[in-house]
């Protein structure tokens, strides 16, 4: 349950992070996955962070404090933004560095357009934090965009994909931030990161 979410900071250099003394979940998926949505949908905050139609909106790192106990990050969208090459390569060392850096991350919520088939730029992401050791789950998003059907299928073969490239399938959900779908069950899972987090601190 969240009952408090306040900004606390955007910056561009991982390293002016808050002090990581408490467990952190961060936000990312391709430019307008409807990441902004996702989170004010979770938070109950409408404005918490910025939706915009326009592709490559957040191009920070925000910090954001939930029930004065942990923090929420958004993060840069990856791909299709309108920045010049010199920006982009920029933006990329900005998140790969806080995503292996980032002592306190204990998780990362991938979101996946689940209106579309599997993309490479996807799968091409979630291959590299396997590979980083960074501790992922995928959050299909828009699932009230089309039938059940569709997102069903759609979902299904993102799924197989990850179960080629790693011989399983990785916690998952299904969100729609305008219905609310899929809000309780992210909520829970966040709490339980969280909690599991804080356990292994005081160990």
């Known amino acids: 349950m969240i009952r408090k979410a306040e900004f606390v900071v955007s910056n561009t250099d991982p390293t002016k992070c808050p002090k990581p003394d408490r467990a952190e979940i961060a936000f990312i998926g391709r430019s307008n996955v409807g990441k902004s949505s996702l989170i004010n949908m979770l938070t109950g ?7 915009s139609q326009k592709p490559g909106k957040t191009q920070l790192v925000n910090h954001f404090m939930i029930n004065d106990r942990w ?39 991938v979101l996946i357009d689940s209106r579309l088939e599997p ?22 998003t828009k699932a009230d965009k089309q039938s059940k059907s569709q997102t069903g299928k759609n979902v299904k073969a993102f799924l197989n994909k990850m179960e080629d490239i790693f ?23 966040l709490d339980e990161l969280v909690a599991e987090y804080e356990a292994e601190r005081t160990n």
């Open 167 to 189: 011989g399983d399938i990785p916690d998952y959900f299904v969100t729609s931030a305008e219905k609310g779908e899929g809000k309780d069950q992210v909520l829970q899972f």
């Open 119 to 140: 993309q490479t730029i996807d799968l091409e992401f979630v291959n590299w934090c396997g590979e980083e050791n960074v501790p992922f789950v995928i959050a299909f």
């Open 45 to 51: 905050v409408k404005e918490l962070a910025k939706t």
């Open 71 to 109: 923090y929420l990050v958004d993060l840069p969208g990856y791909g299709f933004a309108k920045v010049s090459k010199d920006r982009k390569v920029k933006w990329e060392k900005m998140i790969s560095t806080y995503l292996t850096t980032r002592s306190n991350l204990c998780g990362v919520f």
